[in-house]
C-alpha cells in the first residue's frame, strides 16, 4: 500500500503542466484560473474581459497575441478605488507566478491595475494607462516588474510598500504626482541598477519619492532630457527636482535615505 502511494505521488508530481485556452476553453479569465494547477497556463486569446480577477499562485496568465489585442477592463465592482482592482496575485505567489502580455483598462475606475500583497510575482511586457489611480500596488513583496508601459496613472506608477521589487526596463510616461512611491523600513528596491535594466521616465510629475530610510539603487535609467541636464549640472549626491529623497533640505524629509541616480543613460527626447 505505501509502493502504491508513493507510485501515485511520483506520478502526480511528474505530470506535465497543462495550457488552459480563454474563451476556447473557459468563458472567462477566472474561470481559466480556477480551472488550472501549479504550474499550467491560462492563455487569453485576443478580446476585452472585463473581470475581477484573483489569480492563483504558480500560474502563468499570458496572453496569446499581446497587449495590443487583449485587454482586462475594471469591472467596477468596489465603490472605493481603494479596493477597486482589475487583477490581484494570491499572497505568497513567487515569480514563477506571472502576468504577461495584456493591456489593463481602469474603463472610468481611479483604481489599481495590479495590485500585490505579500507577493512576489513576476508582471512583464503588459500596458497600463488610461487614468489608474495606481498602476501597480506592490506591497510586502519582491515582485520582478519588466519591460511594461505605465502611463497617465493618477496617484502613482508604482507604489512600493514594505517590499524590495526589482523594477527594469519598463517605461513610466505622464504620471501625476509620482511615477514610483518607496514607502516603508523594509522596502529596498533596485529600480535599473545596471546595463540593460534601463527604465525610461517621461514627462511625470516627480519621477521618484523616497520615505523610506533606506538608500536605494536607481542607477543606469533613462530620466529624459530636462533630467539629465539638471543632474550633468550639479554633483552627485544633491537634490534633483525631480526625485525626492533625504537629498532634500526640508524639514518633511528628513529620515529619508538617498536615491542613487549615478550612471544615467542618455536621454534620447522619445516618448
Given at each position: 500500500m505505501a509502493v502504491l502511494g508513493f507510485a501515485l505521488f511520483c506520478l502526480a508530481r511528474s505530470?506535465?503542466?497543462a495550457t488552459l485556452h480563454v474563451p476556447a476553453d473557459h468563458a472567462t479569465v477566472q474561470a481559466g484560473i480556477v480551472a488550472a494547477a501549479s504550474g499550467d497556463t491560462v492563455l487569453v486569446g485576443p478580446g476585452t474581459y472585463a473581470e475581477y480577477i484573483l489569480l492563483k499562485a504558480g500560474l502563468v496568465l499570458k496572453s496569446s497575441d499581446?497587449?495590443?489585442?487583449?485587454?482586462?477592463?475594471?469591472?467596477?465592482?468596489?465603490?472605493?478605488?481603494?479596493?477597486?482592482?482589475?487583477?490581484?496575485?494570491?499572497?505568497?505567489?513567487?515569480?514563477?507566478?506571472?502576468?504577461?502580455?495584456?493591456?489593463?483598462?481602469?474603463a472610468g475606475y481611479a483604481g489599481t491595475a495590479i495590485f500585490c500583497e505579500k507577493a512576489s510575482p513576476t508582471i512583464r511586457g503588459n500596458v497600463i494607462d488610461g487614468g489608474f489611480g495606481w498602476g501597480?500596488?506592490?506591497?510586502?513583496?519582491?515582485?520582478?516588474?519588466?519591460?511594461?508601459?505605465?502611463?497617465?496613472?493618477?496617484?502613482?506608477?508604482?507604489?512600493?510598500?514594505?517590499?524590495?521589487?526589482?523594477?527594469?526596463?519598463?517605461?513610466?510616461?505622464?504620471?501625476?504626482?509620482?511615477?514610483?512611491?518607496?514607502?516603508?523600513?523594509?522596502?529596498?528596491p533596485v529600480?535599473?541598477?545596471?546595463?540593460?535594466?534601463?527604465?525610461?521616465?517621461?514627462?511625470?510629475?516627480?519621477?521618484?519619492?523616497?520615505?523610506?530610510?533606506?538608500?536605494?539603487?536607481?542607477?543606469y535609467n533613462d530620466w529624459g532630457w530636462a533630467i539629465t541636464s539638471?543632474?550633468?549640472?550639479?554633483?552627485?549626491?544633491?537634490d534633483i527636482s525631480s526625485l525626492q529623497d533625504g537629498n532634500d533640505l526640508e524639514q518633511s524629509n528628513r529620515g529619508r535615505g538617498q536615491i542613487d541616480y549615478r550612471h544615467w543613460i542618455t536621454a534620447d527626447g522619445g516618448s
Open positions: 505530470a506535465p503542466a499581446g497587449p495590443e489585442s487583449t485587454t482586462l477592463v475594471s469591472a467596477g465592482l468596489e465603490a472605493d478605488p481603494l479596493t477597486e482592482r482589475v487583477l490581484e496575485i494570491e499572497p505568497g505567489a513567487g515569480r514563477e507566478t506571472v502576468v504577461e502580455g495584456f493591456s489593463f483598462d481602469p501597480l500596488s506592490l506591497r510586502e513583496g519582491d515582485a520582478l516588474v519588466d519591460g511594461n508601459m505605465i502611463a497617465n496613472c493618477n496617484n502613482f506608477g508604482i507604489s512600493v510598500f514594505a517590499g524590495s521589487p526589482e523594477i527594469v526596463r519598463n517605461t513610466l510616461k505622464g504620471c501625476s504626482p509620482r511615477a514610483i512611491d518607496v514607502v516603508g523600513v523594509k522596502s529596498h529600480i535599473g541598477g545596471a546595463p540593460g535594466k534601463t527604465n525610461k521616465f517621461l514627462g511625470n510629475d516627480i519621477d521618484i519619492v523616497l520615505s523610506s530610510m533606506n538608500d536605494i539603487d536607481a542607477t539638471e543632474m550633468e549640472m550639479r554633483p552627485f549626491p544633491t
